[in-house]
């Protein structure tokens, strides 16, 4: 007589309610385009110390939300495939990149157009 091969049923979307929805919304798109105002107010000299401590914070937030994502939340690549730790560390590193990058271009784009 054979085993019946049971598998315990996934949670439902109601039963996780809509953080997995708002962190995914926070790290495809909030996240970014806070980051991008931070960028566009340093280039046009409006930035103070509050926005430079907005893009440290953001930066850090969007890689720990990332990372609470795909270990508690079954987090999802945008393919709709199910995300890994080695996805995060990449995300992590070319975040990382990409923020130091803008910020550097965003200075020297300030430093040009104040002359």
Do not use: Q
Not at 28 to 40: D, K, P, Q, R
Not at 83 to 88: E, L, P, T, V
């Amino acid at each position: 007589m054979a085993i019946p091969n049971k598998k315990l049923p996934e949670p439902s979307e109601e039963e996780t309610g809509c953080l997995p929805t708002l962190a995914r919304l926070f790290w495809m798109f909030g996240g970014g385009v806070t980051l991008i105002f931070c960028a566009v107010s340093i280039i046009l000299h409006k930035a103070t110390v509050v926005v430079y401590l907005i893009y440290v914070i953001v930066t850090i937030g969007l890689i720990a939300v990332r990372f609470i994502d795909i270990k508690y939340l079954k987090g999802e690549k945008m393919n709709g495939e199910r995300a890994s730790m080695n996805d995060w560390r990449r995300y992590s590193l070319l975040l990382l990149i990409f923020v130091g990058l803008s910020l550097i271009a965003a200075k020297i784009l300030a430093a040009l157009i104040s002359f």
